[in-house]
């Protein structure tokens, strides 16, 4: 549902939306968060405003550290590989054990709780496919809210490709999987797709909302919309609306943006008595809605299956040029699923982009081998093609 601000409080945000200076930003938050009534319904709105603003204070206190030359911070981690992928879990689920497992990394695997106390990352290989896994300090009760480096952590979530949620199976998973989803959406990250999009521009002239797309309205009408904007102070802006959308919907975008991460979850320690009920209590809960995996790092049950899982979860395709009378490039190029052959001719150089005739195509996915097709063909895992240019 939708909060039903104050007006005031509507129109403190509509200051913070023209605010560009991040001190300033800073400050109308926090006037904003003074003006918003704390109840359950605006509980999530608030602890996402919280974020925002501690991400703010990062990006200053970061920009002081480079001007000083102290170098990034301990919470940023360069991404490598073909897709960056964060494993969050709560104390004691495993994820020091999971990295020694999977890549190369060495992190401590501790006794005591909380052994993490910044992201290490690892890199996982599956087949000719590197994939960089990050294992983050444990998430808590009001991660949320910022408790235990909350707010850094799910910036390095935001940031990535992907999310693997790690849970103890022995030990009440489908408890701690509520928890972790609980805190997630605190800082408005979704594991699954949201059935509608919405993206509001503002505009800096005119006085008019223009509503594009075709999308389901579910409970509302675009005057209704429209209503909610102008109670923002948002007097000019087009919106852009996909799927099935919601007046709560429209509310959050204004908020800044839900994000959504693929997820998958792996159900660790089936070695342990109490597992296997745990496992199945949770895959029954979850098995409509995200991929799960029963693994364990003690021995090695599953971890096979990780990264061809991790893989397609994150909706991977890889692609092998060559060039004629050669052959194919041994190393893929990585693309999202339902990527065209214009796309990959952009990735490899903007000439073969700005050029492009036709491409010849090999593989198990061509109808015969050297089968010619055109910019708009849709890729597929292990296609090999020869870019020709006019």
């Known amino acids: 549902m939708v909060t039903n601000l104050p007006i005031k409080a509507k129109l403190k945000w509509a200051e913070v939306e023209a605010a560009r ?17 704390k109840h359950k319904g605006t509980s999530r709105l608030v602890a996402h405003v919280k974020h925002q603003i501690a991400v703010l204070e990062e990006e200053i206190l970061e920009k002081r550290r480079i001007a000083k030359g ?19 879990g709560l104390t004691g689920s495993g994820r020091s054990s999971l990295l020694v497992a999977l890549t190369n990394a060495n992190p401590t695997i501790g006794t005591y709780p909380y052994t993490t106390k910044e992201p290490i990352p690892g890199m996982l290989s599956f087949e000719d496919v590197q994939l960089q896994l990050v294992e983050a300090p444990a998430l808590m009760e009001g991660s949320g809210d910022g408790r235990g480096n909350g707010f850094q952590i799910f910036s390095l979530v935001r940031n990535a490709d992907g999310i693997v949620i790690l849970l103890d ?3 009440e998973p489908l408890e701690a999987y509520k928890t972790v989803i609980r805190e997630l959406e605190k800082a408005r990250i979704l594991v699954e797709k949201p059935r509608g999009r919405v993206e509001i521009i503002r505009l800096s002239h005119g006085k008019d909302i223009r509503l594009v797309g075709n999308p389901r309205l579910q409970g509302c009408s675009p ?36 994000v959504y991460k693929p997820t998958l979850v792996l159900a660790n320690k089936m070695d342990l008595p109490e597992a296997e009920k745990g496992y199945e209590e949770l895959r029954r809960a979850l098995e409509k809605t995200l991929p799960i995996l029963a693994i364990s790092c003690v021995t090695r049950q599953g971890l096979d299956q990780v990264g061809p899982l991790l893989f ?36 490899v150089h903007t000439d073969l982009y700005e050029n492009f005739s036709y491409a010849r195509l090999w ?23 020869e870019i020709h240019t006019r």
């Open 21 to 37: 200076n991040p001190s300033e930003k800073i400050r109308l938050m926090k006037e904003f968060l003074s003006l918003c009534p």
């Open 70 to 88: 102290r170098g990034p911070s301990r919470f940023y981690v360069e991404k490598a590989g073909a897709a960056q992928v964060v494993v969050l």
């Open 169 to 171: 199976a022995s030990k």
């Open 223 to 258: 005057e209704e919309i429209v209503r909610l904007l102008k109670g923002f102070g948002i007097q000019s802006s087009i919106v852009r609306l996909q799927g099935t959308v919601t007046l709560e919907d429209v509310e959050n975008a204004l908020f800044g943006n839900v």
């Open 312 to 347: 397609q979860t994150l909706k991977l395709v890889r692609v092998y040029t060559k060039k004629p009378g050669e052959r194919p490039s041994p190393v893929p190029l990585i693309l999202r699923s339902g990527s065209s052959v214009s796309d990959v001719a952009r990735l």
């Open 363 to 385: 593989g198990q996915n061509a109808k015969y081998q050297g089968e010619r097709v055109g910019a708009s063909y849709i890729v597929k895992d292990r296609d090999i093609l």
